[in-house]
């Protein structure tokens, strides 16, 4: 049974750094696509951003709105995948989820993509 729990979130001032992590069990993740998405209140689910790992290459991909200011990397020892975040605005505020993605081998921006998802952690960025 794949679970993937998310960790991380907080209530942080703009301008703060956090870092989200997504530990994974149930099978082994290091060659498919994860992703982190984000949900705010009355909105729909929006891709943040994803990376896939074959052999020594490693793709990711970022929405625009987070180009630059986060990272998305993963400890394939841990089965984990991490979402470091930099300059937080308050319009990050969200509760952020992990997904993994089995068919893909690439970075995928679609929800629809993903197989498997976590039960998601709060962001809150207060101005």
């Known amino acids: 049974q794949v679970q993937l729990v998310e960790s991380g979130g907080g209530l942080v001032q703009a301008g703060d750094s956090l870092r989200l992590s997504c530990a994974g069990s149930?099978?082994?993740?290091?060659?498919?696509?994860m992703g982190w998405f984000r949900q705010a209140p009355g909105k729909a689910r929006e891709f943040v951003a994803a990376?896939?790992?074959?052999?020594?290459?490693?793709?990711?991909r970022y929405a625009d709105s987070v180009k630059g200011r986060f990272t998305i990397s993963r400890d394939n020892a841990k089965n984990t995948v991490y979402l470091q975040m930099y300059t937080l605005k308050p319009e990050d505020t969200a509760v952020y989820y992990c997904g993994l993605d089995l068919s893909s081998f690439a970075p995928q921006a679609d929800p629809r993509r993903y197989d498997y998802w976590g039960q998601g952690t709060q962001v809150t960025v207060s101005s």
């Open positions: 990376i896939t790992s074959s052999g020594s290459t490693t793709m990711t």
């Open positions: 149930g099978r082994t993740f290091s060659t498919y696509t």
